[in-house]
Nanobody, 113 residues
Framework: QVQLVESGGGLVQPGGSLRLSCVAS????????MSWYRQAPTKQREMVAQVDSLGTTTYVADSVKGRFTISRDSNKNTIHLIMNSLKPEDTAVYYC??????WGRGTQVTVSA
């Protein structure tokens, strides 16, 4: 069984910053790509950023390019999403994903004055 646990969400003012973290644990045999997705109310879930098994960023959504950075710890099973210059439209539940197969429960990010 694989568990993904996100943390770091919260309420922040526009222009502020947050750092999300995701720790993967359990029966993980190997190192796989990991991603951040988000889902805003009434919208479909969308990929925000992805990092491959070596820690190389392989995707960043146009809507967050230049503001969000994905990174991977040397232990390989922890990733982060550093979010700067946050906008109200970034408000969503942010989910961690492992190799398209496993999901965390999500962490709420709310950007509001």
């Amino acid at each position: 069984q694989v568990q993904l646990v996100e943390s770091g969400g919260g309420l922040v003012q526009p222009g502020g910053s947050l750092r999300l973290s995701c720790v993967a644990s359990g029966r993980i045999f190997g190192i796989y790509d990991m991603s951040w997705y988000r889902q805003a109310p009434t919208k479909q879930r969308e990929m925000v950023a992805q990092v491959d098994s070596l820690g190389t960023t392989t995707y960043v959504a146009d809507s967050v390019k230049g503001r969000f950075t994905i990174s991977r710890d040397s232990n390989k099973n922890t990733i982060h999403l550093i979010m700067n210059s946050l906008k109200p439209e970034d408000t969503a539940v942010y989910y961690c994903n492992l190799h398209s197969n496993y999901w965390g429960r999500g962490t709420q990010v709310t950007v509001s004055a």
